[in-house]
């Protein structure tokens, strides 16, 4: 069986060792593809020098270029984003902002960077707001390239207004389980069935 890799750009806006309502959501999904033997590697996106955006490389002590190399090693993207004011977080705009560039890379093929890869998102908030969130990101990613499955994503709120954290209680847990475990399940379908059967690179 062909290997099948994984990055997850976590974007929250807490910085390591701080703990991530939204990475414990995430660990759902990451056990769930580990288990499917995919080799997943999780980058938390504030601890790293990301300059705002929308070229690969700034220069100087960009780290964005290192990630986006890591983007075109896998076959799997999870973009995992806390919830703001009904919003996706600051960080996760910034991510796709960077990768506004891959929109015009191509590959050896002449076909777009991001083809022939998959991508899901995961989000949390104490808010309402999760598939607008969703569909924002995973818009997003179509426009840069990567092939969004159905039910590609999993999400935990409390509905409307302020509320406890996703750790606090066991609202909701078992579904967003449930769908998260599903989420790695067709991410990781589809990505076999791309290696298999890949877009082709149109006609000239």
């Known amino acids: 069986m062909v290997s099948v890799r994984a990055v997850v750009l976590s974007c929250t806006l807490k910085r390591s060792p701080a703990k991530s309502n ?64 009904g919003q996706p977080s600051s960080v996760s705009r910034q991510v796709l902002e960077r990768m506004d560039s891959m929109m015009s890379e191509t590959d050896d ?35 840069v390239g990567y092939t969004v499955p159905g039910q590609s994503w999993t999400y935990w709120n409390m509905g409307p207004g302020p509320g406890p954290n996703y750790p606090d209680v066991d609202h ?19 990505a076999r069935a791309l290696q298999q059967a890949p877009i082709p690179v149109p006609p000239s």
């Open 22 to 85: 939204t990475e414990l959501l995430t660990s759902v999904v990451v056990d769930e593809l580990r288990e499917r033997d995919v080799d997943v590697e999780q980058i938390r996106v504030v601890d790293r020098e990301v300059p705002r955006g929308v070229e690969t490389d700034l220069g100087g002590a960009d780290e964005w270029p290192e990630i986006h190399r890591r983007l075109l090693e896998s076959e799997i993207l999870i973009v995992a984003t806390p919830t703001w004011l």
């Open 109 to 143: 093929a002449g076909l777009p960077v991001a083809y022939n890869r998959v991508a899901g998102v995961v989000v949390t908030g104490n808010e309402d707001g999760a598939h607008h969130v969703i569909s924002e990101t995973n818009g997003a990613l179509i426009d």
């Open 172 to 190: 909701g847990h078992q579904w967003a389980h449930r769908t998260g475990r599903m989420m790695a399940s067709n991410l990781v379908a589809v």
